[in-house]
């Protein structure tokens, strides 16, 4: 069921199948990269919550499991700018969820992860690694560094939520756009999260994109069997990839909370919120969702300030059994979520494919 677009992208990326397992942080782990990868998809490992050692460590583990080719994804967002007052009245609003936990709130919170934009010894780090692909998330790196990742021989994916953030990629020198739909779990990749988001879904952004750009496009969001896969190529799209399908794999570092609760009736009622981590990210619905149903985007601390505050939420509700304070990231098509051995959905993805 190969189309034109899916067999050059195919060949671009270095895989057998039109299959790209999206580098969720959390749930993404080199066994599970290299599972995907090993099965003739593209495995990925997001390092935007990791420092260089850890990131190093991360590859290393896919290369003594897989040959194949990876994904390295990092996050490009604007470095945060603390705003004291804000922080403080945002810990001072979760104060009575830490003592539901019997736990005290932090004083203060702080930029858990540096921006890609910042942080060259990082990308000295994937230089040298040299990945088959290195994939942008909330927008793009300098031009140096991308002509640099480039003339190494690495193929660029950026994500886009609208046409003109999938211009500004393709300008930048970036070689595949990831449509990322309304529908997407995790982090929304839109570059400035306090304009106006136009919402787009999928395969109404994934048409946009293969009817304006003169590059492959990789559909995301709620796509999770071999129909979605099917349906996206066929809409010019040259993969598809699948985040939440993921999720119950037994190599996602999902615990077993997360897993509970994605087999659940909260897999039906995924939400974007902010309060999480301060950016846009559609999670299972959950107490911390139903915490920031009635929160105004204006009184949560920045990517990734507010992070600081939900880890440590979270940690200090998991010592006491409660599992509902977690960055339990998932899309739309989560109801269709399946416990499986990553080979094992893999295989299962190509037979649905192939039966179309």
Known sequence: MASSASRHLQDLLGIDWPIVQAPMAGTSTPELAAAVANAGG???????????????????????????????????????QSDPARESAWLERLRPEFERVKATAPSTIREVYKS???????????LAARPKVVSFHFGLPSPEWIRALREAGIVLLGTATNLAEARANVAAGVQVVVAQGYEAGGHRGIFDPDRPDDRLGTFALTRLLTRNLDVPV????????????AAAIRLGAGAAQLGTAFVGTQESAADAGYRAALFSDAASHTVMTRAISGRPARCLANRFTALSACVSSGAIPLYPIAYDAGKSLNAAAKAVGENGFGAQWAGQGAPLARSLPAGKLMAALVEEMKSI
């Open 42 to 80: 593209l495995g990925s490992i997001g390092v935007g919550a990791m420092g260089v050692k850890a990131a190093g460590d991360a590859l290393a583990a896919f290369r003594a499991r897989s040959s194949r080719s990876l994904n390295i994804n990092v996050f490009c967002h604007r470095p945060a």
């Open 218 to 229: 990789i559909a995301a969001g709620g796509i999770m069997d071999g129909q979605g896969i």
């Open 116 to 126: 890609f934009v910042v942080d060259e010894p990082m990308f000295t780090a994937i």
